[in-house]
């Protein structure tokens, strides 16, 4: 029978499990998932107080669907022989998508780098919650003012004095100007200090050292400064972007028999741009992934990847949170009015769950069906 196999059980694993199921209806198909944990984890809800929230048990999806789960890490693609090695065992494929997804990019050199916290994974943010909890007053210092690193430094307000630091010259740099306001209006309410032009040099027992040489207490250290994609890529491409991801066509294929979706992908949003290392984008790139890996060996035609609009949700914790839409990323609402968003979006992102039918028609619906993304309207804007 052919075999459909998937690397990576987040937004991206999971929504090509259902897409690939979805394509594959009563046909002879096997489709199987290699992920090592048992959950999918909701990997941007990982800033929140209760981190053990952010995770979806990947039987509870896979089963009802008819997907199986190889728990393993796979080590080597070999495109030539179409194997991948899992857990030391080779697994033959037909099609295969690769959806392993990104990792913090860690300063391996940094003195202390083995002190710092990070809330890239959950093991790093039970590390960071478990750390933290119980202490009165605590100092932080997190690092990249960045999507993550804003995310993490609002919520630690709410415990103790945070200090945020950037070594770009503006805060949210990769955010653009548009919300840029806000989020500094929302960091001098919390109290967030902020040292832009500046990083860290060293970690140590209760301190950090700071570009420059001023040394500051510290009791938790957390680096939130970029996503690089899976190592995997680099087997699957010589031609990797700046984010270590693989080029791939409109219909997400980088091989002809691999596909790959989300993080590890690099596909064309529009002419302009190419999509983000978001969950707002791994889903509906997982979602015609995987459909189309098992479109393509069951000869059904191919969908193509049209995204729907940009927006982003960024949390400022007590202080609300900012929500955005468009590249140039205009503010449509801030405060608690976005708050409600982030919220809800946070619930929406967990899949379905133990049925079959909800799951397979939400891989059919590629695009995030909600108020606050209004496809056709954006269209026709
Ligand atoms: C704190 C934080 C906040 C974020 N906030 C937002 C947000 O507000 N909005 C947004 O859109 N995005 C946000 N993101 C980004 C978003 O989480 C990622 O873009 C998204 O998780 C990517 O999905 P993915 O499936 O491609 O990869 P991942 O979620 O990284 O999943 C990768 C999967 O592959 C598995 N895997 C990795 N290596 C291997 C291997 N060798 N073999 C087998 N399996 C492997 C992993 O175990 C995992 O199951 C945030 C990220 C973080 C860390």
């Not at 499990?17 to 394509?23: E, K, M, N, P, Q």
């Not at 960071?128 to 960045?146: I, Q, S």
Request: hydrophobic share 45%.
């Amino acid at each position: 029978m052919a075999h459909v196999v998937i690397i990576g059980g987040g937004f991206a694993g999971v929504w090509s499990a259902a897409g690939a199921a979805l394509a594959r209806g009563e046909a002879d198909l096997r489709i199987t998932l290699i992920a090592p944990d048992e959950h999918m984890v909701l990997r941007p809800r990982l800033y929140e107080p209760e981190p053990e929230l952010a995770k979806v048990e990947l039987a509870r999806v896979l089963g009802p669907i008819g997907v199986e789960h190889l728990r393993a890490r796979v080590s080597t693609i070999d495109t030539g022989r179409r194997v991948v090695v899992a857990g030391g065992r080779e697994v033959g494929y037909d099609r295969l998508v690769l959806a392993a997804g990104s990792e913090l990019v860690r300063p391996g050199d940094l003195p202390g780098a083995g002190r710092l916290f990070d809330i890239d994974t959950l093991d790093g943010a039970r590390r960071l919650a478990d750390h933290l909890r119980d202490r009165d007053d605590y100092a932080a210092v997190v690092v990249g003012a960045g999507f993550v690193g804003l995310e993490a430094a609002t919520e630690l307000a709410a415990g103790g004095r945070v200090l945020l630091v950037d070594q770009a010259e503006v805060v949210g740099d990769e955010l653009g100007a548009g919300p840029r306001e806000v989020i500094r209006a929302a960091l001098d309410e919390l109290g967030v200090e902020l040292r832009l032009a500046t990083t860290v040099t060293e970690v140590g027992d209760g301190y950090a050292v700071l570009s420059g040489g001023n040394r500051v207490e510290a009791d938790a250290v957390v680096w939130a400064a970029g996503l690089r994609a899976s190592e995997l890529t680099r087997q699957i491409s010589g031609d990797l972007d700046h984010l270590g991801r693989v080029p791939v066509d409109g219909h997400l294929r980088a091989l002809p028999e691999v596909f790959a979706a989300g993080d590890t992908a690099a596909a064309a949003f529009d002419a302009e741009h190419t999509v983000m290392q978001a969950c707002q984008h791994a889903t509906p790139l997982g979602k015609v992934a995987g459909y189309n890996a098992a479109a393509d060996l069951l000869g059904l035609p191919l969908r193509d990847f049209t995204p729907g609009p940009y927006v982003t949700c960024l949390d400022l914790g007590g202080a609300g949170a900012v929500f955005t839409r468009g590249w140039d990323r205009k503010v449509m609402a801030s405060g608690a009015a976005a708050k409600e968003v982030k919220k809800t979006i946070n619930q929406f992102i967990h899949p379905p769950v133990d049925d079959a039918s909800e799951i397979l028609a939400a891989a059919g619906n590629v695009y995030l069906d909600l108020p606050f993304f209004p496809r056709e309207e954006e269209k026709a804007a």
